[in-house]
């Protein structure tokens, strides 16, 4: 197999395999890897970890 150069980025493949270990973690689930992250977030600032909070703003509603 001939690998074309110009496609092929070993970073993305990196990221694309780090990607699919963290999907695979939580059985294909958003709804589970949300979870995890808001209880390890909940862990996190018992800890005293600050996390930045950006506010989200909208100058104009969101096109459909």
């Keep these: 197999m001939e690998i074309d150069m110009k496609a092929y980025d070993p970073v ?3 990221i694309y395999a780090i ?3 963290i999907s695979e973690r939580y059985g ?5 890897y949300v979870a995890a992250m808001r209880e390890l977030h ?3 600032e018992a800890k005293g970890i600050k996390y930045v909070r950006l506010p989200i703003v909208r100058v104009a509603p969101a096109m459909a």
């Design 12 to 14: 993305m493949e990196e």
């Design 19 to 21: 990607r699919r270990r």
């Design 28 to 32: 294909h689930d958003i709804h589970r």
């Design 42 to 44: 909940k862990n996190d």
